[in-house]
């Protein structure tokens, strides 16, 4: 008669007329980890990130400025929701090939998008590997002006403006699903790259679509630079801009929770 004995109290003994087996009741197969800790995703997630980051921003005003207008008010609720996501995959997989992705919770449920400083996602590789190439064509003509006539020169100009030559951590987009919201996520997201831009003395830019975030990026250390604001809608859409100066502090080895992700998971090759 075999017995396998269980070291863990979660694990209960079943007894069969031959033998005893260990049945083991766990939790669940997500990992334990992915609920309080930071990690870097690569290419093999973009569409779970995609989807999340749709979810966070299905009412976020610049969402809608880029799938309204011309022909796009003609589109029905669904082809509208497949072209935000099918843009929110685009982008996660850009900075993923060029930036950096993080994410936490069981189900991608806080997401950001970064670029460090010397990173960037105009080249044309990047253009073409992320499939963003194809948002020229599935944009209407008018989300097409907005984008890559209004949108993406202003956020360019914008951040030279206001940066100059200096270096810094780029964070592009940041959403926390409805459902997961409250919980701490986007804090820890924004705090594990905030540890590794103090440890090495730089700064730290975004653009909030929502001036109700002002107050919530000020307690993590940003402070609102400007308001800048896209006009080819009935009315404009504003975009807030917020800088967050090195705290200088340095970053404490060994504690996991203080240990930035970056030098925690080696860079994906891709
Ligand atoms: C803004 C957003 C990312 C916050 O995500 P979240 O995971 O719910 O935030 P957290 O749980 O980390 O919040 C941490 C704290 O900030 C508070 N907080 C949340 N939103 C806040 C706000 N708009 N203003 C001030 N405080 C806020 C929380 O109550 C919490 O407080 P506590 O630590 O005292 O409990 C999320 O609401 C979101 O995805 N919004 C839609 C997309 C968006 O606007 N993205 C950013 C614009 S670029």
Redesign the pocket.
């Known amino acids: 008669m075999a017995h396998v004995i269980s070291k863990t109290p979660i694990n209960t003994i079943a007894t069969t007329t031959s033998s005893t087996a260990v049945v083991d009741h766990r939790r669940s197969l997500v990992p334990q980890a992915w609920e309080k800790s930071v990690r870097k995703i690569g290419l093999a997630e973009c569409e779970q990130a995609g989807v999340s980051l749709a979810h ?2 299905a009412a ?1 005003a610049l969402s809608m400025y880029l799938l309204d207008g011309g022909e796009a008010d003609r589109y029905s609720d669904e082809t509208k929701w497949k072209l935000h996501v099918r843009i929110m995959t685009y982008l996660v997989s850009a900075h993923c090939y060029s930036g950096v992705v993080t994410t936490i919770g069981p189900d991608y449920d ?1 997401v950001a998008l970064w670029m460090p400083p010397g990173m960037h996602m105009d080249d044309w590789w990047t253009i073409f590997r992320s499939g963003m190439w194809r948002l020229y064509y599935q944009l209407g003509s008018e989300g097409r002006k907005r984008y890559y006539e209004d949108v993406l020169p202003l956020l360019h100009e914008t951040m030279d403006e206001v940066m100059g030559d200096r270096e810094y951590y780029y964070l592009a ?4 699903k409805p459902s ?9 997201l924004i705090m594990d790259m905030a540890a590794k831009a103090d440890a090495e003395d730089r700064a730290m830019y ?5 001036s ?2 002002i ?2 990026y000020e ?1 993590f250390g940003f402070q609102y630079r400007k308001e800048i604001s896209f006009k080819r809608g009935p009315v404009p859409v504003p975009l807030f801009i917020m800088v967050r100066e090195p705290a200088g502090k340095p970053v404490v080895k060994g504690a996991e929770e203080d240990v930035p992700i970056l030098d925690q998971i080696e860079t994906v090759k891709v």
């Open positions: 966070a921003f976020d806080a987009y940041i959403g926390t997961a919201r409250g919980k701490g996520y986007a804090k820890k975004l653009e909030s679509s929502s109700d975030n107050g919530y307690r």
